[in-house]
């Protein structure tokens, strides 16, 4: 098989709650999504999706994974889009760095290799584990008193994992902590989530100040040698996030016993092939996983539903469903939460089908026709 053309279209997904605040002063109300299909010789599209997180979160934004594929398509085509191993190492012959810019690319050969197969995408990376799966919802970042008002409305829509977004005024997040803890029942998960926004200082005063609060302390700071001291300092689980960008990253932070839990992304770390050769590693190892993206809407979700249903259920700390944070659904067949829960699909591939008439004219086509590809 071989790839002959690849497309992609530009989709906003505006958020129901209107807004998404998190540490820094940084918002999102509109996501710009970019949807990607990798067509075949054989008739055969995969789809896949890239979201950054606005352009403050990583080292990615929207427009750069538009230009980023544009640029990259062309070495691609010719090439099979089954052997994910050679796929990979040429995208990054062609391309250094850049890792969302490839996650796209490298899932929708994800998407047909289930459907050339017959399997869905679960199977091909060890069999849906159980009939569904745990989900978090995160808390954006508001006054100690709404955020902890939206745990028992989350709670409502069956969701028992809370990711505070803290990361802001030191004091202030005391607050949010020990406020939202006290909404909590057992059985309930809280966490708090400074998405590098916390200085080391600060960070060990929070720390400090939650000891006795059963609360996971998740990416206080922005370096890794700065998150390695809080968590030397505090006696709370801690999560590692934005600095766990590839498998090097995983391995130094086990070799320092630097986390118990990792964020693993899929766009953050390139796609599922090296997501899923991180979820491995980290199951061998015995570290949890949260499994994600940076956001996205209905083929993003699927796609980490088939990571997160093939994970042994110990080490899959939580997951998301940002297709029930958006307002617009435009793909068929996407997983949908039940209380508080999500399953992949057993169709083949990633079993989503997008609705063309709403994804519109694509915004970038490489096809070896009109040369380096229209933008
Ligand atoms: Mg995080």
């Not at 939650?210 to 700065?226: A, G, N």
Request: glycine share 10%.
């Amino acid at each position: 098989m071989k790839i002959t053309a690849i497309r992609a279209w530009q989709i906003d997904l505006p958020l129901h709650e209107g807004s998404y605040k998190w540490s820094g002063g940084n918002s999102v109300s509109v996501f710009d999504s970019t949807v990607v299909a990798v067509e075949t010789d054989e008739g055969v599209t995969g789809w896949g999706e890239i979201c950054p997180l606005g352009p403050a979160y990583l080292p990615a934004y929207a427009a750069g994974a538009r230009a980023g594929i544009a640029e990259l398509a062309p070495a691609l085509l010719g090439a099979d889009p089954l052997s994910l191993g050679q796929l990979n190492e040429r995208m990054d012959a062609a391309m250094r760095g850049h890792p969302y810019v490839k996650s796209a690319i490298d899932m929708a050969c994800w998407d047909l290799l289930g459907k050339v197969s017959g399997l869905p995408v679960a199977t091909l990376m060890g069999g849906h584990v159980g009939n569904d799966f745990a989900l978090y919802r995160a808390i954006s970042q508001e006054s100690p008193a709404q955020m902890a008002k939206k745990v028992g409305q989350y709670r409502k829509e069956g969701y028992r994992k809370f990711q505070l977004k803290v990361g802001g005024d030191p004091d202030v997040d005391i607050a949010r902590i020990r406020t939202a803890a006290r909404e909590l029942e057992r059985g309930d998960v809280l966490v708090a989530d400074a998405n590098t926004g916390w200085t080391q200082h600060a960070a060990l005063r929070v720390a400090d100040a939650v000891r006795d609060v059963d609360v996971y302390i998740e990416q206080p700071c922005m370096s890794y040698e700065q998150c390695l001291a809080v968590r030397r300092h505090t006696n709370r689980p801690f999560v590692l996030d934005e600095v766990v960008d590839g498998i090097d990253m995983v391995v130094q932070g086990i070799a320092d016993q630097a986390m118990d839990v990792i964020n693993l992304k899929i766009s953050k770390v390139g796609g599922l092939t090296r997501a899923r050769q991180i979820r491995d590693l980290c199951v061998s190892l015995g570290i949890a996983m949260t499994i994600e993206d940076t956001w996205g809407g209905d083929i993003i979700t699927a796609a980490i539903a088939h990571l997160a249903h093939s994970t042994p259920e110990r080490y899959l700390f939580s997951s998301t469903d940002f297709n029930s944070y958006v307002t617009v659904a435009f793909a068929d067949g996407a997983p949908q939460r039940k209380a508080g829960r999500l399953a992949a699909s057993h169709e083949p591939g990633l079993g989503v089908a997008p609705k063309m008439k709403l994804l519109g004219r694509p915004v970038l086509e490489v096809d070896g026709k009109a040369g380096k590809g229209r933008r």
